[in-house]
């Protein structure tokens, strides 16, 4: 592509096997994309859920539904607490209560509930990882002490998007095993997109993705899926080695999903410790990151409706256009 002009490291090679010397839609085989969605999905996520950036987590009382259970939560005085949102008492909506003492009292007739059990009703474990805050959920599937997430960048900046989309995990973790249709998609967003490594566990790809207009920069990243709910973009080699996109599948019920995606960014380049270092452009970069990452998924949102909807035997038309649908994007 003759018009762009590269920021970065110089265009290496876009063809180096013989695999990547194909037509894009020979090379996305449904076949090989359902294997190493099969082996993903074998991994098991240890009982782990993701249910936004713990900045968003728990300062107010919140809702959450994973996996057909309502859910609250809330901060006490040591951390995160989530909770079945239903009243041990009587059954009351717990995220319509308020916080007093750091324990969430319910709406109705004034229960007080904390760290302790009480009945039946007792809270869930949760982690997190210093960007999101997790849950645990029994009875699922073999429990792990602790979620399994990529080691990040120690310097960096994040931000982090979270969007409903109608479908189940396979279908987004799915979608991120089909790079092919990058270019084809999100014309937009990547230039150039050529896969150079394939196995069912890790994939390999070089990529150009616009910065603005005709300026882009060509990285070269892996996609891999550390358990059965989550798929990791890591930069390889390239400007922003070490940067991470993880986005995260979380079941809301049997056929809403919530996808939370973490944005990782590091530099090599002298000056990037300091910037990373003001919380300002801290913030300033999270609009940005998250911007980027809501309108890609805003589209990739449609893609995995339509490969949910496909499999439910509806035959609806998803015809939506991505500008119809980017309200739902935070
Ligand atoms: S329903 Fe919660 S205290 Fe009665
Ligand atoms: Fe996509």
Redesign the pocket.
């Known amino acids: 592509m003759r018009d762009l002009i590269h920021i970065g490291r110089r265009p290496q090679p876009q063809a180096v096997a013989g695999l990547s010397h194909e037509e894009d839609w020979k090379q996305a085989s449904p076949a090989r994309i359902q294997e190493a969605l099969r082996h993903a999905m074998a991994k098991g996520a240890g009982g782990w859920f993701v249910l936004d950036a713990s900045s968003r987590v728990g300062h107010t009382l919140q809702r959450f539904e994973v996996s057909g259970r309502e859910l609250v939560a809330w901060r006490g005085p040591s951390g995160l607490l989530v909770a079945p949102a239903a009243?041990?008492?009587?059954?009351?909506d717990?995220s319509c209560?308020s916080t007093r003492d750091g324990k969430v009292v319910?709406?109705?007739?004034?229960?007080a509930l904390g760290e302790a059990r009480h009945g039946a009703w007792a809270p869930l474990r949760t982690y997190e990882d210093g960007i999101l805050s997790w849950v645990q959920i029994p009875g699922i599937e073999p429990l792990t002490d602790a979620p399994v997430h990529p080691i990040r960048p120690e310097k960096s900046l994040a931000g982090v998007i979270r969007m409903e989309v109608r479908c189940e995990p396979q279908d987004v973790i799915a979608n991120r095993l089909d790079p092919w249709h990058g270019v084809h998609f999100h014309p937009h967003s990547f230039a150039k997109l050529r896969v150079l490594e394939e196995s069912p566990d890790s994939i390999l790809l070089r990529v150009s993705y616009r910065i603005a207009g005709r300026i882009a920069m060509e990285v070269d990243a892996t996609f891999d899926c550390p358990s059965s709910r989550v798929i990791v973009m890591t930069i390889v080699r390239g400007e922003g080695e070490g940067s991470l996109v993880e986005t995260h599948a979380t079941p809301i019920d049997t056929a809403r999903c919530a996808v939370i995606e973490a944005t990782v960014a590091t530099s090599e380049r002298s000056g990037f410790l300091a910037f990373a270092r003001s919380s300002l452009i801290k913030r300033i970069m999270a609009y940005f990151i998250e911007r980027r990452a809501a309108r890609l998924w805003v589209e990739d949102a449609m893609y995995a409706e339509r490969t949910f909807a496909l499999r439910q035997g509806e035959f609806t038309e998803i015809r939506q256009r991505p500008e119809a649908l980017r309200s739902r994007a935070p």
């Not at 009243?87 to 009351?92: D, E, Y």
């Not at 319910?106 to 229960?111: D, E």
């Open positions: 009243c041990p008492h009587m059954g009351a717990l209560g319910c709406p109705w007739h004034g229960l």
